[in-house]
């Protein structure tokens, strides 16, 4: 029908925004293309480079917003994970809220993003500081919320404690947005692979070396000799970058 065509052509513009704003989150700025389409042949294909963060999240948004606009609201239980209008604004909504944070809204010279070009010369991150970014975040956030068609879970006649329960325990809950089915024990996607279960997966098993790979909120990475070979080995001394504000005792909330 008219209606299914519209939302499938929807559910593709979705996805597509889906994996570029994926991309953003794991690569930072990549090669973008948009509408474009490549042959791979070409002569000057080596001069495709990233283009700034700024370009790929404004695009990415719009398609967002244009993808709300012809998807349901609701696909059924039966198409739970399917794309809706609510999942398309709510990630343009955490996208936003992702580029305002002080990371990628300018650190006025003292970041380590603040000198990556690429070679058109254009740079890649915002260098000054821009508060209408947070704006633009909370009125994506308030787009969601005046849908007024998600809630807390909040079944009066349970304690909280089964409230949240329930959130892991139905399909379906009114604080779901977008999800995905998870196939197998949920223990076993979660203990570390050598303790316990011995075919489990270790899916949020942390390691001190990828905590030291990630850098600080002011941008500088807590250890300086990261590629050193007695580093990746294991043995000697780390050497802690005092800009950083990293400590490898004690919490900060």
Not at 62 to 73: I, Q, R, S, T, V
Not at 74 to 85: C, H, I, M, S, V
Not at 158 to 166: C, G, I, T
Not at 196 to 212: E, F, P
């Amino acid at each position: 029908t008219e209606k299914e065509m519209m939302t499938w052509k929807a559910e593709a513009r979705f996805l597509r925004a889906f994996y570029y704003y994926r991309l953003l989150i794991l690569n930072g700025p990549v090669v973008f293309l948009g509408d474009e389409l490549v042959d791979f042949n070409l002569d000057n294909i080596d001069m495709a480079d990233r283009s700034p963060w700024s370009t790929i999240v404004d695009w990415v948004c719009d398609e967002f917003d244009l993808a709300a606009k012809d998807l349901p609201e609701d696909q059924g239980d039966y198409y739970l994970g399917r794309a809706t209008k609510g999942a398309a604004l709510a990630y343009k909504a955490k996208l936003l809220l992702y580029s305002a944070r002080p990371l990628f809204n300018g650190q006025n010279g003292t970041h380590i993003y603040d000198n990556m070009y690429n070679h058109y010369g254009e740079k890649l991150f915002a260098t000054e500081y821009d508060p209408t970014k947070w704006e633009r975040a909370a009125k994506a956030c308030q787009d969601v919320i005046d849908m007024n068609y998600y809630a807390l879970e909040n079944d009066k006649t349970l304690d909280p404690v089964a409230n949240y329960h329930n959130l892991f325990d139905k399909m379906k809950t009114s604080e779901t947005i977008f999800c995905r089915i998870l196939g197998g024990n949920i223990v076993q996607h979660t203990m570390p692979s050598r303790i316990g279960l011995t075919n489990s997966y270790g899916g949020v098993s942390l390691t001190q070396k990828i905590v030291d790979y990630f850098p600080m909120a002011n941008g500088y990475w807590p250890i300086n000799n990261l590629e050193d070979e007695t580093y990746n080995n294991g043995v000697g001394d780390i050497i802690i970058e005092p800009r950083s504000g990293y400590t490898e005792s004690g919490s900060k909330s």
